[in-house]
Nanobody
Framework: VQLTESGGGLVQPGGTLTLSCVPSEDITTIAFMGWYRQAPGKERELVASITNLGETEYSDSVKGRSTISRDNSKNTMSLQMSNLRPEDTAVYYC?????????WGQGTQVTVSS
């Protein structure tokens, strides 16, 4: 599965950002999709995930200020993040898991700074 990410950029602290990920295959056939992030000098970590049954999971660092969703009609998975903080600055990666295959997007930079 090829994953195309969009929506990254420069945001002021307290702002809102929506990241989108479009898979090259029918999203309803993809069991798991998620957003991960990697800041300089740190390991890649899970931000949020969603299954094809709509089950969601959030990291403690974004819980309560982020919403992950899947829109089957647009074949798109999105992550809306609000009240952004400087520590949210990272490269954000989309991940998919379909049967035994795991794929990653190329990453999109999110920078939170005034």
């Amino acid at each position: 599965v090829q994953l195309t990410e969009s929506g990254g950029g420069l945001v002021q602290p307290g702002g809102t950002l929506t990241l989108s990920c479009v898979p090259s295959e029918d999203i309803t056939t993809i069991a798991f999709m998620g957003w991960y992030r990697q800041a300089p000098g740190k390991e890649r970590e899970l931000v949020a995930s969603i299954t094809n049954l709509g089950e969601t999971e959030y990291s403690d660092s974004v819980k309560g200020r982020s919403t992950i969703s899947r829109d089957n009609s647009k074949n798109t998975m999105s992550l809306q993040m609000s009240n952004l903080r400087p520590e949210d600055t990272a490269v954000y990666y989309c991940k998919s898991r379909k049967l035994f295959w795991v794929d990653w997007g190329q990453g999109t930079q999110v920078t939170v700074s005034s």
